[in-house]
Each structure stands twice: as C-alpha cells, then as structure tokens.
C-alpha cells in the first residue's frame, strides 16, 4: 500500500466496516478510525447515538474525545481520521481540538442530507467541514468525498420514517 489514495482507500474502507457495525448495534450508520503516520489503527469508533437517544455521540467526536485522553500531541498531528461520512461542524470542532492532522471521509454532508432528508435523529448541517477547518490557526488536511457510493450504500433504508 505505497500509494496515498490505495492507503487511504483501505482505511476508509475499514472505516465503512465500523458503521457497519454500528448499525448492527442499534445505531446509526457512522465510524471511524484514527491511524498513525505508520499505518497503525489506534482507535475505532462507532456512532453512539443509542441507548441515551445522544445526538453528540457522533463518531467522529467520541474518537476526538479518545485521543486526547490517549494519544502524544505529535502522534495525533501525523494521525488521519478516516470517517464513514464528512465530520459535521461539531464533529470538525472536535477533531480540531484534538490536534487530529488529516481526515479522509466517504459521504459528503451534502449527499448525506439528501439521504436523510429532514429526518429528526439526523437534521444534517449544511457546513462542510472543510470551512470549520479552515477557520483554524492550524491547518487539517481533507481528503473527500472519496468512494462515496459506498458510503451511501451503509445508509439504505435507514432514514425512512
């Protein structure tokens, strides 16, 4: 896996299998991995929406949250995020925070709202993370949308009411 988009390919593709799961779980279709510069997986997280009905328990923010109780400053600025669908703001927030250096997502917010419609577990912000990031003093690399049909297919017929 030497080249960039095979790597991040793979890893977003692990990624998908956590949503997966997720759904599996009960929740939401959402996950993500946080990988080091070396290609080690050192977290996975899954959307914990349920059992407490948490609209903050995005993937993406649990995962920020685990780093930094976990992980080097340095290690999290050479990390990736690898995220079943585009961080939202909050998300974006979080993974800032945190000091995560890179994030490669599949869905973007944009496809996902047309996913989910109005959908009350899941009123989507139409603000790419990028535009959260960009507002940073440091800089977040992204990388998205990227295989994003495959990361719609985890969503069908989830949102139907």
């Known amino acids: 896996m030497d080249d960039a988009s095979g790597r991040d390919e ?3 593709r692990l990624s998908f299998a956590v949503a997966g799961r997720s759904l599996t779980h009960g929740n939401h279709p959402f996950g ?3 990988v080091d510069a070396d290609g080690k997986v050192l977290i996975e997280t899954e959307n914990g929406y349920m059992p407490d009905r948490d609209g903050t328990a995005h993937a993406e923010r649990l995962a920020a949250t685990q780093t ?16 079943s669908a585009e961080p939202c703001a ?3 927030g979080a993974i800032y925070w945190a ?3 890179r994030v490669v997502y599949g869905l973007s917010e944009h496809r996902l709202r047309g996913i989910t419609g109005n959908h009350p577990e899941n009123p989507t912000l139409d603000l790419p993370c990028r535009e959260v990031f960009a507002r940073g003093q440091r800089s977040t690399e992204v990388v998205g949308p990227l295989l994003e049909d ?3 297919a985890l969503h069908e017929g989830v949102w139907i009411k």
């Open 68 to 83: 930094c109780r976990t992980l080097d400053r340095e290690v999290l600025a050479k990390a990736t995020l690898y995220s």
């Open 99 to 101: 000091g995560i250096g």
């Open 90 to 92: 909050m998300c974006a």
């Open 10 to 12: 793979h890893f977003l």
């Open 32 to 34: 993500c991995i946080v």
């Open 150 to 152: 495959e990361a719609e």
